[in-house]
Nanobody, 121 residues
Framework: QVQLVESGGGLVQPGGSLRLSCAASGSIRGIETMAWYRQAPGNQRELVASITRGGSTNYADSAKGRFTISRDNAKNTVYLQMNSLKPEDTAVYYC???????????????WGQGTQVTVSS
C-alpha cells in the first residue's frame, strides 16, 4: 500500500508565498516522476510542475518564474515553493507520483488527497 500525503496549503494574501510538501510512504521500491497538479472550481485538473528522479523539471507557463519544484529522494518527498501568488492560483493542489512498489513489477501512478490553496486579501 502506498500513500501520498500533502501539507502546507492555506490562505495567503496576493503576493505572498507558500511551500507545499508531499511525502510518499508505504511499500515503495522507487519513485520516478513526481508532480503537482491543481484544480480550481469548474476547471479541469492541470499540471503545475513535474520533476524526474534525476531532477529535470517542467513547468506550466503560469508557474514559470514564480514556482519551484524540488524533491528529496531519500525522503520520498516532493516540494512546491510558490512565490508571488495570485488570486488565480487558488485551487486544490494535488501531488502525483509514478511509483515502483515492492513485489509489483509495473509502474503505478498515485494521487494524494489534495490540499487547498486560497489566495485572497
Amino acid at each position: 500500500q502506498v500513500q501520498l500525503v500533502e501539507s502546507g496549503g492555506g490562505l495567503v494574501q496576493p503576493g505572498g508565498s507558500l511551500r507545499l510538501s508531499c511525502a510518499a510512504s508505504g511499500s515503495i521500491r522507487g519513485i520516478e516522476t513526481m508532480a503537482w497538479y491543481r484544480q480550481a472550481p469548474g476547471n479541469q485538473r492541470e499540471l503545475v510542475a513535474s520533476i524526474t528522479r534525476g531532477g529535470s523539471t517542467n513547468y506550466a507557463d503560469s508557474a514559470k518564474g514564480r514556482f519551484t519544484i524540488s524533491r528529496d529522494n531519500a525522503k520520498n518527498t516532493v516540494y512546491l515553493q510558490m512565490n508571488s501568488l495570485k488570486p488565480e492560483d487558488t485551487a486544490v493542489y494535488y501531488c502525483n507520483a509514478d511509483i515502483w512498489q515492492l513485489y509489483i513489477w509495473s509502474l503505478k501512478n498515485f494521487w494524494g488527497q489534495g490540499t487547498q490553496v486560497t489566495v485572497s486579501s
